[in-house]
T-cell receptor, first 115, second 114 residues
Framework: GAGVSQSPSNKVTEKGKDVELRCDPI?????LYWYRQSLGQGLEFLIY????????KSGLPSDRFSAERTGGSVSTLTIQRTQQEDSAVYLCASSLAREVTGELFFGEGSRLTVL | AQSVTQLGSHVSVSEGALVLLRCNYSSSVPPYLFWYVQYPNQGLQLLLK??????LVKGINGFEAEFKKSETSFHLTKPSAHMSDAAEYFC????????????FGSGTRLSIRP
């Protein structure tokens, strides 16, 4: 597709379950970000992948959160043992390599609800 | 390290009035600065960006922002608000290195009164 694709668009899970959220960036974009958007909290940085460099994981809120990016393309954000405070919209964005000044292209997000 | 503070989580103006959304940044290196907009039920999109060229930056839909280093500010303005400007606006900052992540503020919701 032409844009950043995220799946699922909505996920309802029970507390304690694991969830996986997927992001397909725009083809050729080597920079990929995950953000979390909660009501009144703005966009919280989670993790940043840039090409083959080690990812910047400084925003991951706990060790229950992890992310990987396979083949420099698709990324998966995994949340283990989900808690109610994990409920939020998880946004993925991509941009061109070396274009830190370039535009971030965002997906529609994955809305996670933990019951 | 970089951070962004947006003053005012909600701003309401009358149609035709001046729009002013405030953003102050903190950065240990020369910053790049951005404004993104999120219309209702839509994804975020770039409104404008400052990348060390002209300090007054013009964006889409008549918005502009001025980089003021002495005030560490990057406020967003529009001379005359339109109903279609109602949205959430996010200021963001990064360093100039490709290793520097982009950090967003908490957002300001702009409402337009008829």
């Amino acid at each position: 597709g032409a844009g950043v694709s995220q799946s699922p668009s909505n996920k309802v899970t029970e507390k304690g379950k694991d969830v996986e959220l997927r992001c397909d960036p725009i083809s050729g974009h080597t920079a990929l970000y995950w953000y979390r958007q909660s009501l009144g909290q703005g966009l919280e940085f989670l993790i940043y992948f840039q090409g083959n460099s080690a990812p910047d994981k400084s925003g991951l809120p706990s060790d229950r959160f992890s992310a990987e990016r396979t083949g420099g393309s698709v990324s998966t954000l995994t949340i283990q043992r989900t808690q109610q405070e994990d409920s939020a919209v998880y946004l993925c964005a991509s941009s061109l390599a070396r274009e830190v000044t370039g535009e971030l292209f965002f997906g529609e997000g994955s809305r996670l609800t933990v019951l | 390290a970089q951070s962004v503070t947006q003053l005012g989580s909600h701003v309401s103006v009358s149609e035709g009035a001046l729009v002013l959304l405030r953003c102050n940044y903190s950065s240990s290196v020369p910053p790049y600065l951005f404004w993104y907009v999120q219309y209702p039920n839509q994804g975020l999109q770039l409104l404008l960006k400052y990348t060390s060229a002209a300090t007054l930056v013009k964006g889409i839909n008549g918005f502009e922002a001025e980089f003021k280093k002495s005030e560490t500010s990057f406020h967003l303005t529009k001379p005359s608000a339109h109903m279609s400007d109602a949205a959430e606006y996010f200021c963001a900052v990064s360093g100039y290195s490709s290793a520097s992540k982009i950090i967003f503020g908490s957002g300001t919701r702009l409402s337009i009164r008829p």
